[in-house]
């Protein structure tokens, strides 16, 4: 017979940091990229092919900014205190579609 008590679970930091770089990357995936995925059925927006950096050169695998920005989302999560994605966001600007890249960011 079953206990109506409540079971409660306990998170370790490693199952903490594996769900906050979970979501973060999950928000990351949400802004309006440049480029195309590289295969088709990546799940993740990075890596992309037709993004180009500042220099005109086409960005390879996951450029620093991106990981920066996980980084951040991951430290604010793991924190537990708020953060505002359209400023955490802003070095990623110019990797965003042109359409979307001067819109805000919510």
């Known amino acids: 017979m079953m206990s109506n008590q409540k079971l409660d679970f306990v998170m370790t930091e490693e199952e903490d940091l594996e769900g906050a770089v979970r979501l973060a990357s999950d928000l990351i995936d949400l802004l309006p990229f440049s480029g195309q995925k590289s295969h088709p059925l990546q799940k993740r927006a990075w890596p992309r092919t ?41 070095a990623v600007a110019p990797l965003l579609n042109d359409d979307c890249a001067r819109a805000r960011l919510h």
């Open 50 to 90: 037709g993004v180009f950096d500042t220099q005109g050169d086409e960005i390879v695998g996951i450029p620093p900014e991106v990981e920066l920005l996980c980084e951040a989302i991951v430290t604010c999560l793991i924190a537990d205190i708020c953060f505002d994605m359209q400023t955490l966001s802003a």
